[in-house]
């Protein structure tokens, strides 16, 4: 079995945070895999379900971002799960809007949920790290996480996004993480049309070789010439 987790903060107020791209994620993949309902477990909401064939758990923690792992690290126990059956689904400041990177293990890179999850399993998980871009200040940080996506953004890049995230889930679940960043990248930013190629020009037809014009006094016409 894997385990699906997205990382968010529980409530209204927080639904459509920048911080919350991880549960949104999850609630695409739950729907587009047709899990079965949402239920309350490992303090936070479970759904269970299949992709490829492959039992998976989704887990929003309902323990707020900077507690994550009680939850995460609950469930791990409870089913007997190494750490290389969580894949974490989150935001990621240091990518643009729109890119996604998956990573094995590393760092928090300063992600509060992300260190609260290395403090309850340890570090050999995998990332599904959800570009929204950086404010470029970093005393706006915490404003800007905990902020909702911009108009732009929800009717632009973050729904072809979400979308892309749960229907190349099988990719994720196969192991082929390069083929999942490569199948969502394409979705999210497509490469340009190619331009058509020039038709061949049609070959002028040949125009019948000119004859000469005698004239009627012509020396040439003359008996005796």
């Given amino acids: 079995m894997l385990l699906f987790v997205g990382l968010g903060n529980p409530g209204p107020t927080y639904e459509g945070n920048r911080h919350n791209i991880g549960f949104m994620a999850i609630d695409e993949i739950v729907r587009v895999h047709g899990f079965g309902p949402w239920r309350a477990r490992f303090q936070g909401l479970v759904a269970e379900g299949r992709i490829s064939g492959a039992k998976v758990m989704a887990l929003k923690p309902l323990t707020y971002m900077n507690e994550s792992g009680r939850s995460v690290g609950e469930a791990l126990r409870f089913f007997k799960l190494e750490p290389s059956a969580v894949h974490v689904f989150y935001d990621e400041l240091d990518l643009v809007p729109g890119k996604v990177k998956v990573k094995t293990g590393g760092g928090a890179g300063g992600h509060n949920g992300i260190r609260s999850i290395d403090s309850h399993i340890g570090q050999a998980y995998h990332r599904i790290r959800l570009g ?4 470029g ?3 706006k940080v915490h404003g800007y996480v905990l902020s909702d ?6 009717t632009g890049w973050l729904p072809v996004l979400i979308d892309a995230v749960a229907r190349e889930a099988p990719a994720l679940v196969s192991g082929d993480q390069g083929r999942f960043m490569s199948r ?3 979705a999210v930013f497509p490469p340009p049309p190619k331009p058509d190629k020039p ?5 002028e037809p040949a125009k019948p070789a000119a004859t000469a014009e005698i004239p009627a006094e012509s020396p040439l016409s003359k008996d005796g010439a």
């Fill in 132 to 135: 929204i871009g950086h404010p």
């Fill in 149 to 154: 996506f911009a108009k732009a953004e929800r």
């Fill in 199 to 203: 038709k061949p020009a049609k070959p």
């Fill in 184 to 186: 969502v990248a394409h």
């Fill in 137 to 139: 200040d970093k005393a």
